[in-house]
């Protein structure tokens, strides 16, 4: 323990006065009548957002109630890593980085970044081989870093104890930043804009809303005790306090405030120049400011707060030294002499924090003309510059540049953002878990079982061990003779609750905790083949289902959607929803129906009609896409979401057919219900049951998917079940589900297919007509006749070695992407990556190109040959889907 606790300095040392901006701003409060945009929210978020509306010509107002920084921007670490394990934050950090390089150029002011690198410490081989992952990754995007041994590291970092940890990843582009000087940088370079104001100590009193002419609600202006300013745009920057202004109006935000601290050490003789530090292991951080250590960390009880108060400006909290002993620990082990100083400051201030510790941002579909750009989770200084440039991008052109759906207030349902114990316990557990490995296939413990579907109980009755997705459990795989459900979240035994002694949940998911085949391997390909040579029931309840109706419910079709939807009912057609880029916001099947009786699967309505059905881990993303393009144009449409209203049952393989047609009386032969067709039938039972039927495969096999009403689910499962057996049907989970997808070559959205990928980059063209216009057209032909940069191709690896995605790819020695999607393809028993290869010199990538290279998958640092196919070799003709084995 410290030597020195007793002298902590009760007086700060200046630090807090040293942070706060002293940007030039305007004080005097004469607002403008009116803004293109009003920012809310002085700190990071704020004034990097007011930076790049500026730079794009847009007459930005921002309003801060107290000063700039006031709120949690001051008191931040300010710390800067490039490497994480995710391509689109990498992407982020980037362009902070660049513009705390560039901006004294354009300012004269300093930003305040010091570029001293960083390193990543490990203390076990599985740590190291997560390192290894972000290495190789690294590398393929031109990131600058080695992994290096505990005597390397401590070469770098003298004062480090190499006996402590076994190696480390160093990053000698990571750094730190002072938020006072950044924020001056920003708000004086956007003040060369004339139209751009910035006004201190000016509170919001109310949001100003009325309606639109398609009768949805909408931002008028905002209204303060200076005056009122009309826009018909505000952001939300307000950080800590980013749920507050807007509950009022039935926009709630999953956001909550934590007490989040660090302390700051008395100097220590040679710690000036060295890299700041994360040990992941001990969920500890050095960051290195002058000759003093900053330490701080994620425990597993923070303090969790219900509200921060409205004149909390620049406030801080005492320090509870008991929730931070185990950060003293840790530093204390990997940094001897730190803990022989003594404590010069203790910082303890409020923080915003999600349930899944990525920010909130993005047009909110509740109110329209307000955007988010809140809940940084304690790294708003790393995200703000990359993360600003993305939402006046997304509020100037309709759409980010990137791939920003991890970042979307739209990835969480409306249910889940209004469920406030729900976001606390998830929150809770991103918080702890901030710094632990991550896994493809991780679960977390917190929020569970919040929507089941109709078949949830029988699925644990036949042994599914369950995932969430977008609050929804799913079958993941199941066991054979075990049942395993998910206990309540016991809050790693913190706050009076006791910690489970078993979990037999969580010693599941343990088996998927490492970087090599998971230990369920074997039992998803059982799954997997069972499926492939017999049938198998899967239980995709919870995809998103959708109803466009109305007189002009073709027009909205037309536009939304790439293929060509004015078809004579029951066809079914699968395509693509653009942005204005051409970027793929959703690919769906979409059925032509007709009026039917009223029931929920068969709706009764005037004019034409269509069934939607898009994946459910983005289900409320594509209602709202849907939803905005329906208002953009102002059609006579309208769009209802019946997910929690029907289940769905597909019923895969080379024996479902047979097995399909024991009971119903309905022809199911390719010529009586042929495939991408839909019709009504009835399963024969004690009573009839009337569902829709589509003859439709994700996995590429003989198939059918049964949409049926909530309450029969069971009962239709049942009877399949009963008749199946002498067939060999079994059951699939999600994990077989998606490894049959990917081997037969279909599209996984936000993996394999994103808002930043144009359907003739992932090679589905053929979605998107010729004729007539639809949103996004414009960018699709232009693709078409000036080619494309990148391409997505399937890369096989003989060698028996997992991937996991963010593996290098390298053609003829050269980087040219990164894997974006994996699985074990069973049948064909390789591995398969799915990489978007782009051309390093951004020439065309053609069929040619990809052709004539040889390829490399650089897997924890070592590189295997791979086989590089333009269409997936499994079954390239179809034959199966048409039932012909």
Not at 501 to 523: A, P, Q, R
Not at 797 to 816: H, M, S
């Amino acid at each position: 323990m410290f030597k020195s606790i007793a002298k902590i300095s009760k007086e700060y040392c200046g630090y807090r006065n040293s942070l706060r901006c002293r940007s030039s701003v305007t004080s005097t409060p004469k607002l403008p009548d009116s803004a293109d945009v009003v920012i809310i929210g002085g700190g990071s978020a704020g004034c990097h957002t007011l930076y790049f509306l500026a730079k794009k010509g847009i007459k930005a107002v921002l309003l801060e109630r107290n000063k700039l920084t006031s709120g949690t921007t001051w008191h931040t670490a300010g710390l800067i890593w490039r490497l994480r394990p995710n391509d689109v934050d990498v992407q982020l950090l980037n362009r902070s980085i660049d513009l705390m390089n560039r901006i004294e150029s354009e300012t004269g002011f300093d930003p305040g970044f010091i570029n001293n690198g960083g390193i990543f410490i490990a203390h076990n081989e599985n740590r190291l081989n997560e390192y290894k992952r972000l290495s190789t990754f690294g590398r393929a995007v031109g990131i600058e870093n080695r992994i290096l041994t505990s005597n390397e590291t401590q070469e770098i970092f003298p004062l480090l104890d190499p006996n402590s940890f076994i190696g480390a990843l160093y990053s000698p582009g990571d750094g730190v930043v002072d938020p006072a000087m950044l924020c001056t940088a920003l708000t004086r370079a956007a003040s060369k804009n004339n139209g751009v104001r910035v006004f201190e100590d000016c509170p919001i009193l109310e949001i100003l809303t009325g309606e639109s002419i398609v009768g949805s609600k909408n931002i008028q202006g905002v209204q303060t005790p200076f005056g009122t300013i009309r826009t018909n745009c505000v952001v939300n920057a307000t950080g800590v306090w980013g749920r507050d202004l807007f509950e009022k109006h039935n926009v709630h935000l999953p956001l909550v405030p934590m007490r989040h601290a660090y302390i700051v050490s008395e100097p220590i003789k040679g710690i000036m120049g060295m890299p700041n530090v994360r040990d992941h292991d001990n969920s500890i951080y050095l960051r290195i400011q002058g000759s003093s250590i900053c330490m701080g960390g994620y425990e597993s009880n923070p303090i969790l707060l219900d509200r921060v108060p409205d004149d909390f400006h620049f406030g801080l909290y005492e320090l509870d030294w008991n929730t931070f002993e185990d950060h003293i620990k840790g530093s204390e082990a990997l940094c001897p002499v730190f803990g022989t100083a003594g404590v010069k400051t203790t910082i303890c201030g409020p923080e915003s924090f999600t349930p899944d510790h990525k920010p909130l941002m993005g047009p909110d579909p509740r109110l329209d003309g307000l955007f988010h750009n809140c809940g940084f989770n304690s790294a708003g200084m790393m995200f703000g510059g990359g993360c600003g440039e993305q939402i006046a991008h997304w509020i100037v052109h309709g759409r980010p540049e990137f791939n920003m759906f991890g970042f979307d207030i739209r990835r969480y349902t409306p249910k889940q953002t209004s469920n406030h114990n729900w976001a606390v316990e998830r929150s809770h557990e991103a918080y702890a878990k901030n710094y632990s490995k991550v896994f493809l296939h991780d679960q977390p413990l917190a929020g569970r079982n919040f929507k089941k579907d109709p078949l949830h109980d029988v699925m644990i009755s036949k042994g599914a061990v369950m995932e969430e997705k977008q609050g929804w459990e799913r079958p993941g795989y199941f066991l054979k003779d075990e049942i395993v459900t998910v206990p309540n979240y016991d809050w790693y035994g913190n706050y009076g609750h006791v910690k489970h002694e078993t979990n037999v949940y969580f010693d599941k998911l343990l088996g998927e905790h490492k970087y090599e085949f998971s230990d369920n391997h074997e039992l998803i390909g059982q799954e997997s083949m069972n499926c492939r040579t017999n049938a198998s029931l899967i239980n995709i309840s919870y995809f998103c289902k959708l109803f466009l109706t109305g007189p002009q419910a073709q027009d909205a079709a037309d536009w939304i959607f790439t293929a060509d939807t004015n078809k004579e009912p029951n066809k079914l057609i699968y395509t693509c929803a653009l942005n204005n880029n051409g970027g793929v916001e959703s690919d769906l099947t979409v059925t032509v129906i007709d009026s039917g009786n009223g029931e929920v699967h068969t709706p009764s309505f005037d004019g034409k009609g269509y069934y939607i059905v898009a994946g459910g881990a983005s289900g409320y993303y594509t209602f709202a896409h849907i939803q905005s393009g329906i208002k953009e144009k102002g059609f006579n449409a309208s769009i209802e979401d019946v997910t929690d209203k029907i289940g769905v049952i597909s019923i895969q393989g080379p024996r479902s057919r047979d097995i399909l047609q024991k009971v119903t009386d309905l022809e199911l032969s390719n010529d009586s219900f042929p495939p991408y067709t839909s019709q009504m039938l009835s399963i024969n039972g004690k009573e009839k049951i009337d569902v829709r039927a589509l003859r439709l495969s994700f996995i590429g096999e003989l198939g059918f998917e049964l949409h049926i009403p909530a309450d029969k689910c069971v009962d239709v499962y049942n009877k399949l079940w009963e008749v199946g057996q002498p067939f060999g049907l079994g059951n699939v989970g999600y994990r077989s589900f998606y490894s049959m997808s990917c081997e037969k070559g279909y599209h996984l959205w936000g993996f394999d297919l994103r808002m930043d990928d144009s359907p003739i980059e992932a090679n589905l063209g053929f979605t998107c007509r010729k004729l007539g216009n639809y949103k996004g057209k414009e960018a699709i032909e232009k693709q078409r006749l000036s080619g494309i940069n990148k391409r997505l191709v399937f890369l096989t690896l003989d060698e028996k070695v997992p991937l996991f995605g963010l593996e290098g790819v390298y053609r003829n020695g050269v980087p040219v992407g990164h894997v974006r999607r994996a699985e074990y393809a069973y049948y064909l028993d390789k591995m398969v990556g799915k990489v978007f290869v782009r051309h390093p010199e951004n020439g065309t990538v053609d069929a040619a190109f990809l052709k004539s290279g040889e390829y490399e998958v650089e897997v924890l640092g070592r590189k295997y040959k791979a086989t590089c196919h333009l269409k997936s070799p499994f079954d390239p003709e179809n034959k199966r889907i048409m039932g012909d084995y």
